[in-house]
T-cell receptor
Framework: KNEVEQSPQNLTAQEGEFITINCSYS?????LHWLQQHPGGGIVSLFM???GKKKHGRLIATINIQEKHSSLHITASHPRDSAVYIC?????????????FGKGTKLSVKP | KAGVTQTPRYLIKTRGQQVTLSCSPI?????VSWYQQTPGQGLQFLFE???????NKGNFPGRFSGRQFSNSRSEMNVSTLELGDSALYLC??????????????FGEGSRLTVL
């Protein structure tokens, strides 16, 4: 069993829909990252959180440490949101680079 | 402010050769980490450097090595290349001295093809 599980693996939505991507993990963590990867490879860090909730524009990330679960929400989705979204956790005692990654959720938003 | 720069962006090698990839972090960032991304395994952590010292290493064979220079630029080397080493190699830099938590800034990656 992977230490970081994401669902769904693939997601197709219509423009304007509310989207939720889930991430569950089985290890103790000090932080969780949500990353976005567009075709071509470049990765952008969307959020880093260790508790509660963060919001940036149309994106909201939440984490429940007790339940070992995080969600990424996209409100009013747009075709430019089409990308792979990756959850990554930083193990307790691990330094910055020692991340464990989920397999990613491929999002396609249709106009 | 310039982002993280990786060179080369694309390269093709043959089995048995070696390759060196370079990563220049954002100015002022002292932590550089390296990752391998393949369709089968996804993203996997290779190693992390901070102030010229390897701070952590992932579960990769000794053919994978790296180093960091005094200006924080980092290189990774893969010797005796195998077909399975074909991948996108990404580096990321971050600012915090403590190294535990901090936003990661990724480069565009170096896409290696081994024939």
């Amino acid at each position: 069993k992977n230490e970081v599980e994401q669902s769904p693996q693939n997601l197709t939505a219509q423009e304007g829909e509310f989207i939720t991507i889930n991430c569950s993990y089985s290890v103790g963590i000090s932080a969780l990252h949500w990353l976005q990867q567009h075709p071509g490879g470049g990765i952008v860090s969307l959020f880093m959180l260790s508790s509660g909730k963060k919001k940036h524009g149309r994106l909201i990330a939440t984490i429940n440490i007790q339940e070992k679960h995080s969600s990424l929400h996209i409100t009013a989705s747009h075709p430019r949101d089409s990308a792979v979204y990756i959850c990554a956790v930083l193990n307790y005692g691990g330094s910055q680079g020692n991340l464990i990654f989920g397999k990613g959720t491929k999002l396609s938003v249709k106009p | 402010k310039a982002g993280v720069t990786q060179t080369p962006r694309y390269l093709i090698k043959t089995r048995g050769q070696q390759v060196t990839l370079s990563c220049s972090p954002i100015s002022g960032h002292r932590s550089v980490s390296w990752y391998q991304q393949t369709p089968g395994q996804g993203l996997q952590f290779l190693f992390e450097y901070f102030s010229e010292t390897q701070r952590n290493k992932g579960n990769f064979p000794g053919r994978f090595s790296g180093r960091q220079f005094s200006n924080s630029r980092s290189e990774m080397n893969v010797s005796t290349l195998e077909l399975g080493d074909s991948a996108l190699y990404l580096c990321a830099s971050s600012l915090p001295a403590a190294g535990d938590t901090g936003e990661l800034f990724f480069g565009e990656g170096s896409r290696l093809t081994v024939l």
